[in-house]
């Protein structure tokens, strides 16, 4: 059975809500042999990571950047999973353990979601995984159109493990 772990920073109800219908798509029942892995951010471990075959990320945008809680699932686990930076300090060329493998991102910000989804995806880069569908970004208040573009985004990647 295919893992998909879902690592998500969910302090508010905005970012709650946008993590259930993550989950949801990513449970559909018409996905097969798919186990979903929830873990939040400050939770998450290397294992859960190398264990995993895809990832969707969850965060918010506080002060133009990934949460902390994120952050810290990054710097925590980036060298134990394969991660490289080039001689700059710069994202390098992965071919860890889990480069190639497939991820999705989604994001909730009051104002802007810019460099929050930057940062994320310099790491992702620097991981060498596989970006498989669009950054849900999610600004101000979480209605039901953000909700299914969470659910989409949490469907397709646990698709794409099928």
Request: glycine fraction near 12%.
């Amino acid at each position: 059975m295919r893992q998909l772990l879902v690592v998500h920073h969910s302090p508010s109800r905005s970012m709650r809500s946008l993590t259930e219908a993550v989950l949801a798509g990513a449970r559909n029942p018409e996905i097969d042999n798919v186990q979903v892995v929830e873990r939040p951010a400050l939770e998450a471990t290397a294992e859960d990571v190398l264990a995993a075959d895809g990832y969707v990320l969850g965060s918010t945008a506080n002060f133009g950047y990934m949460s902390g809680a994120m952050k810290h699932f990054f710097d925590t686990t980036f060298l134990k999973v394969g991660g490289q930076l080039d001689e700059h300090g710069g994202a390098g060329k992965s071919a860890g353990a889990t480069a190639k493998r497939p991820f999705g991102v989604y994001v909730h910000g009051r104002y802007d979601t810019t460099g929050a989804v930057r940062s994320i995806l310099s790491i992702t880069g620097a991981l060498g995984w596989q970006q498989s569908a669009a950054v849900c970004e999610v600004l101000g208040d979480v209605g039901e159109s953000s909700t299914e573009a969470a659910w989409e985004l949490g469907a397709t990647i646990a698709a794409l493990l099928m």
